[in-house]
């Protein structure tokens, strides 16, 4: 039986949003196999995506939603994954100064709506109501975020504002990963590695958990063994006070860079080599740099603007009445969902 959305104002006679049931969920999958399954055939896109909602992460932080009808039809789905955010306060603290206060900021990812569905507002309507929902069940609640692979205007009628999305592209390096004097790490030293790079200081910041970044790394593991892949030998490296962790991209044959602290010209440099060295044994093309406000490694890249490829464009949509649409500035790969 369907439970209709906790926000009556917003949920009309024809259309409920819901928390879909695990047998829901399973039904999703299927229907969105055509726009996400690629060169996989059905049982494994559905193995896969079982495997992945079974992660520690997205078993605790995750959840499917659906737009229904009436009859039960379900018009428009998603997911959203709960993160750990911060944002300036403007109350004064003990001290008289204002602090950072934390909360969620919730990552819709699989936004999906069937094609004979499509062009009524269905997805729009699904995403104003989680909006609502979510800022009144979850008082910690401050923003939505989601990286949009289609048209912009699509999520920007749903009050979502476009951040810039830059990638750094470098090509495969033949060598040693380890050549430089780095230290590789394996994935049983994430959190560790996580440890060790710091917050950036910013007015409102989305930063990943170690499980977060896991599931990156889980993501990995099942398309390597779907696709016969070999893994890379690390899923990261430090040398001194710089650290980077990745993961490889089979299905978009890269090495993305998922979070990246490197306060030398030289750390950044000898990082970034082992990177593209790992890439290069694994039979990856190219490594991927999101840019943030960080300073870049000194080494020529290609610049890529996500913007014009409709490539994972970072969208922002706040909750909090103290945040604004372009506070967003700090976007590394390991928010993508």
């Avoid at 979850?138 to 009628?157: G, I, N």
Wanted: proline content about 9%; overall charge negative.
């Amino acid at each position: 039986m369907l439970e209709p959305s906790t926000d009556p104002s917003r949920d009309g006679p024809a259309m409920i949003l819901i928390q879909a049931t695990p047998q829901l969920t399973s039904d999703r999958d299927q229907a969105t196999f055509e726009a996400w399954g690629g060169e996989l055939p059905m049982a494994l896109y559905l193995a896969a995506a079982e495997r992945l909602r079974r992660h520690p992460w997205p078993r605790d932080a995750g959840a499917v939603w659906c737009l229904c009808a009436e009859n039960g039809e379900v018009l428009s789905s998603c997911e959203t994954y709960r993160m750990t955010s911060w944002m300036r306060d403007s109350r004064p603290g003990p001290d008289g100064d204002a602090g950072s206060r934390p909360g969620h900021s919730y990552g819709i990812a699989s936004v999906y709506t069937e094609p004979h569905l499509r062009r009524r507002g269905h997805s729009t309507e699904m995403l104003a109501r989680l909006a609502a929902r979510l800022t009144g069940e979850d008082p910690d609640a401050q923003a939505l975020l989601l990286f949009s692979d289609v048209a912009l205007r699509t999520y920007e009628k749903a009050g979502f504002a476009a951040r810039p999305g830059l990638n750094l592209v470098f090509g495969a390096l033949v060598g040693a990963p380890r050549d430089g004097g780095v230290a590789l790490l394996r994935d049983d030293q994430v959190a560790e590695a996580l440890a060790r790079i710091p917050r950036p200081a910013a007015g409102y910041l989305v930063w990943p958990t170690a499980e977060q970044i896991d599931w990156h790394l889980e993501r990995e593991r099942i398309f390597a063994e779907l696709l016969g892949r070999a893994r890379p030998c690390c899923c990261g490296a430090r040398l001194g006070a710089a650290t980077a962790l990745w993961s490889a991209d089979y299905r978009e044959g890269q090495l993305t860079m998922l979070l990246w602290h490197a306060p030398e010209p030289a750390q950044a440099e000898a990082l970034l080599a082992c990177a593209r060295r790992t890439a290069a044994l694994v039979g990856l093309p190219r490594t991927v740099l999101w840019r943030t406000p960080q300073a870049a490694p000194p080494v020529p890249a290609v610049l890529e603007d996500r913007r014009g490829r409709l490539d994972s464009v970072p969208m922002f949509r706040p909750l909090d009445p103290g945040l604004g649409a372009g506070d967003w500035d700090w976007v590394p790969r390991a928010l993508w969902v």
